[in-house]
């Protein structure tokens, strides 16, 4: 089946740096989404993405819509404390209203 | 404009009991979707619904659960003789549309003793 791998798993860095992080596709998507979720909270929505090559910003973040329709990736600029938190990316599956997830990347910010 | 509502946040229940988790959508949202969640790892895709009907479950196990997102009232997930294995954490989304982004709840985190 449909799998997205997320990379890397886990990323420490210093308040003030800029991160990046992937996911790739075993095949085509048309939609890719990127949620974060803080511990014991459900997954909010930080972007989403429609077409191949669409760069879109939301804050000090940006992502992008791999022109192979197979990947996507995700930048925090000048990454705070409250950056913390594990970071998703999702895409539709092959059934109606089915979100397949990746196993996240999750990130820690030295002050 | 309240988000995803779900209750309870925490449920413990003994093998063998039944669990109920419930969730109301967004306000105009008539698209619910169920996800499991298990320790480091991302949701897994259970089951989706529209008001009264069940529009894709292949992602629920065919025995012990069910669910139904009524006329009126929230959406209900409801797993019989629960076991060890349940235990997890149970994410409702809602969507205006199908195709929509899906806006997710905080979650029923299921402990079985």
């Known amino acids: 089946g449909q799998q997205l791998n997320q990379s890397p798993q886990s990323m420490f860095i210093q308040e003030g740096e800029d991160v990046s992080m992937n996911c790739t596709s075993s095949?085509?998507?048309?939609?890719w989404l990127w949620y974060k979720q803080d511990p014991g909270e459900g997954p909010v929505l930080l972007i989403a993405l429609y077409k191949a090559g669409e760069l879109t910003s939301n804050g000090r973040l940006t992502a992008q819509f791999g022109i192979t329709r197979k990947d996507s990736f995700l930048n925090i600029s000048a990454s705070i404390p409250s950056d913390v938190g594990i970071y998703f990316c999702a895409g539709p599956g092959g059934s109606q209203g089915n979100l397949i997830f990746g196993k996240g990347t999750k990130l820690s910010v030295k002050p | 404009n309240a988000g995803v509502m779900q209750n309870p946040r925490h449920l413990v229940r003994r093998r063998g009991q039944e669990a109920r988790l419930r969730c109301s959508p967004m306000k105009g949202h008539s698209h619910v979707y169920w996800y499991r969640q298990l320790p480091e790892e991302g949701l897994k895709f259970m089951v989706y619904l529209q008001k009264e009907n069940i529009i894709d479950e292949s992602g629920m196990p065919k025995e012990r659960f069910s669910a139904e997102f009524p006329k009126e009232g929230p959406s209900i997930l409801r797993i019989q003789q629960v076991v060890r294995g349940d235990s997890a954490a149970y994410f409702c989304?809602?969507?205006?549309?199908?195709?929509?982004?899906?806006?997710f709840g905080d979650g029923t985190r299921l402990s079985i003793l």
């Open positions: 989304a809602s969507s205006p549309d199908l195709g929509q982004p899906q806006h």
């Open positions: 095949s085509i998507f048309n939609t």
